[in-house]
């Protein structure tokens, strides 16, 4: 019986899709990596905002 269970299609589709798009790893790191300034200045812009109103 050559039939494949579930885990193997999914470890062969998960390699295939890792060979296919190489630099899709590449894409998220910089927008995860963009994001994360992005948020970081939001809370600073916040953060700024709060003290002057305070003080």
Known sequence: MSE???SDRASTAQGKAE???PDR???LKAALKAN???RKAQKRARDDGHEQDEG
């Open 36 to 38: 994360l300034a992005r």
């Open 19 to 21: 060979t296919t798009r």
């Open 4 to 6: 494949k269970s579930s």
């Open 25 to 27: 790893e590449a894409r």
